[in-house]
Nanobody
């Protein structure tokens, strides 16, 4: 089992920034895959950014150039730096990891972009 704890969400004005954190109960070096997803009200959960074990990072087109996925192995933590936020980024953001063929999810953190 892997427990994931997310933090860093909140209310921000359009154009602002937030940094989300996701801390795992096990070494993130052992994860085959890590990703950030989001789900807006009435919409399906969608991939925001993903980091494969080989080190390559992919981003959804809507966030490319604005969001950055990073990791700190020593802290077993991954981050999602979100800049130039707009109201369309409003959603619950979830951390996801795969380990030994199983998927694990965090509890989610709310991000609201509004003036």
């Amino acid at each position: 089992q892997v427990q994931l704890v997310e933090s860093g969400g909140g209310l921000v004005q359009p154009g602002g920034s937030l940094r989300l954190s996701c801390t795992a109960s096990l070494s993130i070096s052992s994860m085959n895959y890590m990703g950030w997803y989001r789900q807006a009200p009435g919409k399906q959960r969608e991939l925001v950014a993903a980091l494969a074990s080989g080190g390559s990072t992919t981003y959804a087109g809507s966030v490319k150039g604005r969001f950055t996925f990073s990791r700190d192995n020593a802290k077993n933590t991954v981050y999602l730096q979100m800049n130039s936020l707009n109201p369309e980024d409003t959603a619950v953001y979830y951390c996801n990891v795969w380990r030994s063929g199983k998927a694990f999810w965090g509890q989610g953190t709310q991000v609201t972009v509004s003036s």
